[in-house]
């Protein structure tokens, strides 16, 4: 099993900035993709942002240009800088990602409780 812990959630104005953390442990050989998801009051979980081993990311179109997804192999963490915040990014946000055990096994990791992004003057 692998169990993740976000941070870093708060309240913020918009146009602020707020740095995101997911923190992962458990049985891992290594990670594949790394993803955070956020889910706004009302609405379905939506895909944020992803990096994969490599490095590449990718983007909802929402927060292209505003947020910056990163990740330390070493830790196995992932981080989401958000800058220049909107009301309408208001939502838990939540990471999750696919790993490689040590038996060689390809899972998906248990979902977190996830942080509370708040932007609101």
């Known amino acids: 099993q692998v169990q993740l812990v976000e941070s870093g959630g708060g309240l913020v104005q918009p146009g602020g900035s707020l740095r995101l953390s997911c923190a992962s442990s458990g049985s891992i050989l290594s990670i594949a993709r790394m993803g955070w998801y956020r889910q706004a009051p009302g609405k379905e979980r939506e895909l944020v942002a992803t990096?994969?081993?490599?490095?590449?990311?990718n983007y909802a179109d929402s927060v292209k240009g505003r947020f910056t997804i990163s990740r330390d192999n070493a830790k196995n963490t992932v981080h989401l800088q958000m800058n220049s915040l909107k009301p309408e990014d208001t939502a838990v946000y939540s990471c999750?990602?696919?790993?490689?055990?040590?038996?060689?096994?390809?899972?998906?990791?248990?979902w977190g409780k996830g942080t509370l992004v708040t932007v609101s003057s």
């Open positions: 990096i994969t081993s490599g490095g590449s990311t």
């Open positions: 999750n990602l696919y790993f490689i055990d040590p038996a060689g096994r390809y899972g998906l990791a248990n």
